[in-house]
């Protein structure tokens, strides 16, 4: 292992009292990752029923583990075992803090498991009344709250089937989701917070409510007293909560594709696949515990809140926040560290690059006591980013960079409590996943870069998508490019020395120049080095009968792009990256379109300076920056 790129590697005494050291041993194997990751891959059957047993999942895991049969996306986990997804979040009791609430104002709420279990029983009786049942799908156009987590309990209670989006879509963008799935009870806020201001949205939901027809009720959660039905729920005296335990793939949440280039699909999750990937991955994997706090930084319309939530299985405390990670002060989630002794603090990679960028310096500003892991992910998390973390924030941090998707609503590639951290890299595979890239031909590969796959089926791949009765939409989301493998559309690469992996970027948006694949990643990173460069979109343009390389950025107020910033870019990239990195075209723009979980929407703009539709704006959290790309002159020569 290259010196240099080691970061940060855990100690003998992290590595022995750690959750997967008990796990290893209790299956007489040795403390090394790589070992114990081939163990899993070859003994799936007893490696799953095993991370049952040491979760400690209630139910009935049944006589059958799996029932492997070609393809792949007929392979059934655990056919006879029964459970309760709430059940298993709510299996704690007691007056240990469950979840913490924090917003913009610093309001905040708190409640133990205790009074959290008695919310649920209040609210899984009111949908009772309303009629809900197994099956029935209710809709939550709701913030990152207590009531939000509560609702989904109580749905999840009695078989109902959940799905949410935050306040912040427009009513096109709820349309485009709810309409599909035709739910029959509607949860909403009037008005949310963002960056200081309060937006009414109670138009809105009048407006999507006179457009699904299947809504029958509405709960609305409110300001005012009056009108906040929660509340009112909440004062309702419930004697029991009851859990009805259901087979492994009864449908728990439907969750939807980012829609940035047509109608979202409506992927269909398991409760039984999803609880035991997020156990795994919270107690193996991110080495959990009942001590820890948890934060993730997200809305309710990211699959990293599911991911979030589920650390009440563990019974540790969740922190939510709702709001801008940067009001009233850049510091803002950082000061949650400190104040609510946070342990596990999850972000996204680019409030990471943001905050490196306007020298946040956590470790000279706060204590950051209370912290041992920075979780990151949304995209690739750049090698200046690895190095900023451990300058920075804070040196004796395990950094632990993690990729997947809402398509498993887990990773695939992710951290681990055994293996060091490296400059650029995630530590490596999850356990139980058989991971591996393949290049074009589906050759497994080393040290090149090629498509992210997985070669065996897993317990968290989706039951289905809703709608899609034979099952075609399903099969060439995942399945269509390799026979009997899922390939999940990151470009990536396998560091043979380290064991560790690389994504450089969606394998849809792969630059393609001279017929040389380029993942966007690569160039991005190498925009770091500019202060003048605020943010940055890489496309590739067809161009004479092949691909060019465009790139546009967004500079610091007041910059105008120069042919000397423009020189001095094209050098960096060159020296840094190759020749064929060097974009034809660097054009200046006010802003580059993300999606609403913060990822760069490349695919839009390719298709807008093409001259084609973008069909799903409502995807997007500034679609009106797309103007910018239409018809840009620069691009006609």
Request: net charge negative.
């Amino acid at each position: 292992m290259n010196s240099e790129a080691l970061l940060w590697k855990p100690s003998d005494d992290a590595i022995a009292s750690s959750n997967l050291a008990t796990f290893a041993g209790q299956l007489d194997l040795p403390l090394d990752y790589p070992k114990l990751y081939e163990w899993s891959i070859q003994n799936r059957e007893a490696f799953w029923r095993t991370v049952w047993e040491f979760t400690g999942i209630v139910g009935s895991p049944g006589a059958s583990t799996l029932s492997e049969t070609l393809p792949f996306a007929d392979s059934a986990w655990f056919n006879d075992a029964r459970l309760n997804f709430a059940e298993n979040l709510l299996k704690y009791d007691d007056e240990r803090t469950a979840l913490v609430e924090v917003n913009e104002t610093d309001a905040r709420v708190e409640l133990t498991y205790a009074q959290l279990r008695a919310r649920v029983a209040a609210f899984a009786l009111e949908l009772k009344r309303f009629g809900i049942t197994k099956n029935d799908r209710v809709a939550a156009w709701l913030p990152n709250s207590a009531d939000t987590v509560i609702a989904m309990l109580a749905t999840t209670s009695i078989g109902a089937i959940w799905s949410s989006c935050s306040p912040d879509f427009g009513v096109e963008g709820a349309f485009d989701r709810f309409s599909q799935i035709e739910p029959k009870l509607l949860l909403v806020t009037d008005q949310y917070q963002y960056n200081g201001r309060t937006y009414d949205v109670s138009k809105n939901v009048q407006s999507l409510t006179s457009r699904i027809a299947s809504i029958e009720n509405v709960l609305r959660r409110s300001n005012s007293p009056d009108q906040c039905h929660f509340q009112q729920i909440y004062r309702n005296d419930s004697d029991s909560l009851s859990f009805e335990r259901l087979p492994f793939n009864h449908p728990l949440y439907i969750m939807f594709s980012s829609g940035t280039t047509g109608i979202p699909k409506c992927i269909v999750h398991g409760a039984g696949g999803t609880l035991i990937q997020h156990v795994k991955e919270h107690q193996l994997h991110a080495d959990l515990t009942r001590e820890d706090v948890l934060f993730f930084f997200t809305t309710t319309g990211w699959m990293m809140w599911n991911w979030l939530v589920s650390g009440l299985a563990t019974g540790c405390t969740l922190v939510l926040y709702d709001g801008s990670p940067f009001f009233p002060r850049r510091n803002t989630l950082i000061d949650l560290i400190d104040r609510e002794s946070i342990s596990v603090f999850g972000v996204g990679a680019k409030y990471v690059s943001s905050i490196e960028r306007v020298q946040v310096k956590p470790r000279e500003t706060h204590e950051l006591s209370s912290l041992r892991s920075i979780l990151t992910t949304g995209s690739p998390l750049s090698h200046e980013s690895f190095d900023y973390v451990y300058r920075d924030f804070k040196k004796d941090v395990w950094l632990a960079s993690i990729s997947g998707g809402t398509d498993l609503i887990s990773c695939f590639v992710l951290g681990n409590p055994f293996s060091g951290v490296c400059k650029g890299e995630i530590q490596g595979p999850g356990l139980g996943m058989a991971t591996s890239v393949f290049d074009d031909t589906g050759q497994s590969i080393n040290d090149q870069k090629g498509e992210l796959v997985c070669t065996k089926s897993f317990p968290s791949a989706p039951i289905g998508f809703w709608n899609d009765a034979d099952g075609s939409r399903y099969h060439d989301a995942y399945f269509a490019r390799f026979e009997n493998t899922w390939a999940h559309g990151d470009f990536a690469e396998i560091n043979s020395t380290t064991g560790g992996y690389v994504i450089h970027g969606r394998s849809d948006a792969v630059l393609n120049p001279g017929g040389v694949r380029i993942g966007t990643a690569e160039i991005y990173r190498q925009l770091e080095r500019f202060d003048e460069v605020v943010d940055a979109v890489c496309v590739g343009q067809e161009w004479e009968n092949d691909t060019r390389i465009v790139l546009f950025v967004v500079l610091t107020n007041g910059l105008r792009l120069n042919k000397y910033l423009r020189k001095d870019i094209r050098a960096a990239i060159r020296s840094n990256a190759s020749p064929r990195h060097v974009p034809a075209k660097i054009e200046q723009v006010g802003d580059v379109p993300r999606t609403r979980s913060g990822k760069i929407a490349e695919l839009a703009v390719r298709e807008i300076i093409h001259g084609r539709e973008v069909r799903n704006t409502t995807a997007l959290e500034n679609p009106e920056c797309l103007v910018q790309f239409k018809g840009h002159e620069a691009l006609e020569t």
